[in-house]
């Protein structure tokens, strides 16, 4: 039972692939901007962090449920 | 190993400090009693650091003030757009309590963000606010109508959003300080000197003040919204 338990939670915090890959391309994209448009380098960092956050958002999911999951079927 | 997973789950459960004596018994949390100080040493800075202010020959402290209040109030208020002005004071308290409460861990203290229930009631506390927001820009009339913009089919996911919002706004606070207090711990686990130092600044610093800011940046999104 509790490694199974073990699964589970590693399953759930999967969840953190995506956000991986979608501050990734985020900040890549946000370097391309800044390389064409240095001058609006102040715009693009905000845009990136509230981007980032978001994204940021679904691996922080992932962990508070594989957090519970491992305190709630202990 | 087992000695750690007790010790971050200890951490993890909210201590009554004590009980008030009164409606039979209103618990107060652990994470109550550091708001408490928190608001305690916000109150006395601002108290102390304010007095004898003019309006010639300032002195020093008045200056230096006067920069970190402007700094702060123009960093919300550009968030938070030219209409906004009035929910400035707001945010910027609510950005300087999220951020002093998200380091306040590194003095030892219990972080009260790392308590679901601040967090709830922050998070509720902001999308009321862009409510009433909405509601003070466009009159009753026009926040109902609100939610049928862009076009009426939309409506279900528009009243979904007074649920996802505030759900969302708290458990990204609470995920991001509880996944730095769990990884501080584990990183004191695998070496107790120098490395927790270099991540501390990142995990305890860093990452505490970047999700007050990120925090009050999307309330105050949320309320740019509202009143457009």
């Known amino acids: ?74 | 190993m087992e000695a750690v997973a007790e010790h971050i789950q200890e951490e993890l459960n909210v201590q009554t400090v004590f009980t008030i004596p009164a409606f039979g018994g209103i618990p107060v949390a652990e994470s109550t009693v550091v708001t408490w100080i928190i608001m305690a040493v916000l109150i006395v800075l601002a108290i102390i650091l304010t007095r004898g202010f003019t309006t010639r020959n300032i002195s020093k402290r008045q200056a230096a003030m006067e920069v970190i209040v402007t700094k702060l109030l123009g960093l919300v208020e550009g968030m938070v757009g030219e209409e906004g002005m009035a929910y400035v004071p707001y945010l910027t308290t609510v950005l300087l309590y999220i951020g002093i409460s998200n380091i306040i861990g590194i003095f030892g203290f219990k972080s009260p963000t790392k308590d679901l229930n601040v967090t709830l009631a922050l998070a509720i506390m902001s999308i009321v606010l862009v409510q009433i927001a909405g509601i003070r820009a466009k009159g009753i009339k026009g926040w109902l109508h609100s939610f049928l913009e862009p076009i009426a089919i939309v409506t279900p996911f528009n009243i979904l959003d007074l649920i996802t919002r505030p759900l969302s706004l708290c458990m990204r606070l609470f995920g991001n300080v509880l996944g730095a207090f769990v990884i501080m711990k584990l990183i004191e686990q695998v070496l107790p000197v120098v490395l927790p130092a270099v991540f501390s600044l990142y995990f305890d610093l860093f990452d505490g003040l970047l999700q007050a800011y990120v925090f009050v940046f999307l309330t105050s999104l949320y309320i740019k919204e509202a009143i457009e």
Do not use: H, W
């Open chain 1, 1 to 74: 039972m509790n490694s199974l338990i073990a699964v589970g939670a590693g399953i759930a915090v999967l969840g953190a692939l995506g956000a991986g890959i979608g501050i990734g391309i985020a900040t890549g994209k946000a370097v391309e901007a800044v390389a064409r448009q240095p001058e609006a380098d102040g715009k693009i960092m905000k845009n990136l962090i509230l981007g980032c956050a978001l994204a940021e958002a679904t691996a922080i999911y992932g962990f508070v449920i594989a957090i519970m999951i491992i305190m709630f079927f202990k």
